[in-house]
């Protein structure tokens, strides 16, 4: 059973582009969470998502980010005019329930760098 | 926020035991996990508590008081292998959704 799939692993732009980050859940389940990372910073919650519906977006900065769990395929965290800030390694999770039902599951990360 | 407050780093010996604290706020906490994190790697699940007490599995037990707003993570019998980062997250509130703190660099050395 394969575990949760982040790709691409490193992403590098340069400021004023777009990023998008992909996300494939563990098989099963259908709950998703997008963590970021900054470096000596512990993971910050960004947004919750599942299938189709974003359930919890109060991390998220209100501009320039929007993220997307479609009925098929994977979760997209977009990021849209990048600017060097936005440089960390961002985690995504997934979980066969409802946050508080069990562990959540994560991905080895997103590791985005802006020149 | 939950203010998860956790020591930035530690070290030990290998074949010793450590003991890695977290203190969060108690204002409607509901549980408290402990996961491992090496250098570039997932965030591996250790151990969620929600009553007090020790939970122990394996080499590394978990610990909860919620009077006290303070759990441990202890670790026995170290190896090298165990040097990571330790991270305490808490949940609250009505969402479940773990808020995570800075996480404990922890380097074990021969």
């Known amino acids: 059973n394969a575990g949760v799939m982040q790709n691409p692993r490193h992403l590098v732009r340069r400021r004023g582009q777009e990023a998008r980050l992909r996300c494939s859940p563990m098989k099963g389940h259908s709950h998703v969470y997008w963590y970021r990372q900054l470096p000596e910073e512990g993971l910050k919650f960004m947004v919750y998502?599942?299938?189709?519906?974003?359930?919890?977006e109060s991390g998220m900065p209100k501009e320039r980010f929007s993220a997307e769990f479609p009925k098929e395929g994977p979760s997209i965290l977009r990021i849209q005019q990048v600017v060097r800030g936005d440089s960390a390694a961002y985690f995504c999770a997934s979980s066969p329930g409802a946050p508080g039902t069990g562990e959540l599951f994560f991905g080895e990360g997103s590791r985005l760098t802006v020149l | 926020g939950q203010n998860i407050d956790q020591p930035t780093e530690m070290t030990a010996t290998e074949g010793a035991i450590v003991q890695i604290n977290c203190t969060y706020q108690?204002?409607?906490?509901?549980?408290l996990f402990w996961y491992q994190q090496h250098a570039g790697e997932a965030p591996t699940f250790l151990s969620y508590n929600v009553l007090d007490g020790l939970e122990e599995k394996g080499r590394f037990s978990s610990f909860l008081s919620r009077s006290k707003g303070y759990s441990y993570l202890l670790l026995k019998e170290l190896q090298m292998k165990d040097s990571a980062s330790y991270l305490c997250a808490s949940t609250s509130g009505g969402s479940y959704i773990p808020t995570f703190g800075r996480g404990t660099s922890l380097i074990v050395h021969p």
């Open positions: 998502l599942q299938k189709e519906n974003i359930i919890d």
């Open positions: 108690t204002s409607g906490f509901n549980g």
